[in-house]
């Protein structure tokens, strides 16, 4: 059982992870990342009146306070995850039956570990997600590190944790997605690569999936980790990775297939790079699991 964060609520020894690993593309949280950063954390829609509001940090994790004081009574719903980086890539859903639950009227706050979680919900028909501006296209390098939780595959298989585009084959190109299935991660880009879960990690296990990809391959050379441990390559394409610029990315969702692929599960924390951070990989995932305890 992972035990409850240290750095929750302490700011002595807390240790900001965009400080420590600058560069991100996009960064969304529960936790504040970067030092200078003054925004807030998300915007928060109750839905016993639509009033929303926006919810920022005390002691550098999500004031809990003002947000169950804002929702009691009612249930709350994510409208934006401020994006940390600095570059003004936020998360958005303006559609209300599509904003991932953060509180609940019945149970209170939505945690793992007994930290703040988004909640993507259970409606595959409608589907749970959020958008932000797209900034990694063709085959350009790329790092992932998504704190997830209570996977449970849809009726297609794959749960969908990330995808860069709003499109299917266009030229020969098809949208990087990141899906978790049953056995394995799949990523699935002109062609697909299957990942098999390290042992003693499961499809329903609290993990924190790393991604990087350093350009000029397939998609059989993005290299994958489940709380630290690597994720090793099976089968798939040899064919080179490539991705649409359209302008829009997805968390929890990739639209072109029918119906969707929707991922259904908490999320705490999703930081990407434009870059590969192989380097780094090693110290963002000490850094996340410090905070996280995840494993």
Do not use: H
Not at 254 to 280: F, H, K, R, W
């Amino acid at each position: 059982m992972p035990r409850r964060s240290t750095y929750y609520g302490a700011t002595a020894s807390f240790a900001f992870l965009l400080d420590l690993f600058p560069g991100a593309g996009a960064a969304y949280s529960m936790r504040k990342l970067r030092s200078a950063y003054s925004g807030g954390s998300i915007r928060v829609r109750r839905d016993s009146d639509n009033a929303e509001q926006d919810i920022g940090f005390v002691a550098n994790v999500l004031d809990t306070a003002s947000l169950i004081s804002f929702c009691t009574g009612a249930n709350g719903y994510i409208v934006t995850g401020y994006d940390q980086s600095g570059n003004g890539r936020d998360l958005t859903q303006t559609t209300a039956i599509q904003q991932p639950k953060i509180y609940d009227s019945s149970t209170g706050l939505i945690t793992t570990n007994s930290l703040p979680a988004w909640f993507w919900g259970t409606s595959p028909s409608s589907g749970v997600y959020m958008e932000f501006p797209q900034f990694i296209a063709d085959d350009d390098p790329r790092s992932f590190f998504i704190v997830n939780d209570q996977f449970s595959s849809g009726s297609t298989g794959q749960d969908c944790l990330l995808s860069l585009n709003d499109q299917g084959a266009v030229g020969g190109r098809l949208g990087y997605r990141i899906c978790k299935e049953t056995s394995k991660i799949v990523l699935r880009v002109n062609g697909s690569a299957s990942f098999n879960y390290p042992a003693g990690i499961g499809s329903t296990d609290y993990t924190l999936l790393s991604n990087t990809y350093a350009s000029g391959g397939g998609a059989q050379d993005a290299d994958f980790w489940l709380n630290g441990d690597s994720c090793q390559y099976s089968s798939g394409t040899t064919g080179v990775l490539r991705t649409n610029n359209n302008g829009t990315s997805f968390i929890g969702y990739y639209p072109p297939v029918s119906g969707g692929l929707y991922y259904t599960g908490t999320m705490q924390e999703i930081v990407i790079y434009d870059s590969d951070q192989s380097a780094n990989r090693t110290g963002i995932e000490s850094n996340i699991n410090d905070f996280y305890s995840i494993w």
